[in-house]
């Protein structure tokens, strides 16, 4: 149960890194909702990388690339499905605020992350 309190800080704070790098590409880019959620996933993921890696799970007993590689892999596969999510919601609800499509899915995306990481990556 510790490990998935951990793991639920450590999506908290990948939340908080995400919807901060999200607001900051809304107001200060010409970009949109939909390609800013794209680099705002991807600074998410490597601040997730580093507290799961540290606080969640611990180092794998794989060379940080191939440890880097594996998470990157997980993480790319269920930030699909936090994006299509999101994107859906933004989609089927126009006057929805893109900061509240963004906590929706990353709950839906939690529970594969969590599986996903646990398994493939740190063997836990």
Do not use: K
């Not at 149960?1 to 995400?18: E, K, P, Q, S």
């Amino acid at each position: 149960m510790g490990r998935l309190f951990r793991f639920a800080l450590a999506g908290g704070i990948g939340f908080v890194a995400d919807a901060a790098a999200l607001w900051l590409l809304l107001a200060a880019t010409p970009l949109g909702a939909l390609s800013a959620r794209v680099l705002s996933i991807g600074f998410a993921l490597c601040v997730t990388w580093q507290v799961n890696r540290h606080l969640t799970f611990a180092p794998s007993s794989r060379g940080i690339a191939q440890e880097g590689a594996r998470y990157g892999g997980v993480g790319i596969a269920t930030s699909i499905v936090n994006y299509l999510v999101y994107c859906a919601l933004l989609f089927a609800l126009p006057a929805l605020p893109p900061l509240v499509a963004l906590a929706a899915a990353s709950i839906i995306a939690m529970a594969l992350s969590f599986l996903g990481y646990s398994r493939l990556v740190f063997d836990r």
